[in-house]
């Protein structure tokens, strides 16, 4: 079994600052990219943000210069740093992680989602 937990969502005003956190834990081998991505009401799940084993970055244009993607290998953790947050970036907030299990099986993992509503 593998889990990833999310942390850290909550209500901000705009122009604030959250930081979310997801670790992940089971039967894990290897974890490959891990990333960020949200869903708002009536809206498709997009890409927020993700970052490789070796910490490569990518960001959807919206987002950069706001947000900052970290993790830390030892931990399997990703990290999410939201600055200047806007209205527009309230959603449901999604930790995903391609990861190689114990058993050799490779697969794609999500969390449970965190929400964050920002107030204008």
């Known amino acids: 079994q593998v889990q990833l937990v999310e942390s850290g969502g909550g209500l901000v005003q705009a122009g604030g600052s959250l930081r979310l956190s997801c670790a992940a834990s089971?039967?894990?081998?290897?974890?490959?990219?891990m990333g960020w991505y949200r869903q708002a009401p009536g809206k498709q799940r997009e890409l927020v943000a993700s970052?490789?084993?070796?910490?490569?970055?990518n960001y959807r244009d919206s987002v950069k210069g706001r947000f900052t993607i970290s993790r830390d290998n030892a931990k399997n953790t990703v990290y999410l740093q939201m600055n200047s947050l806007k209205p527009e970036d309230t959603a449901v907030y999604y930790c995903n992680a391609d990861l190689v299990r114990t058993t050799g099986f490779r697969a794609n993992h999500w969390g449970q989602g965190t929400q964050v509503t920002v107030s204008s």
């Open positions: 089971g039967n894990i081998f290897s974890i490959h990219d």
């Open positions: 970052i490789t084993s070796g910490g490569s970055t």
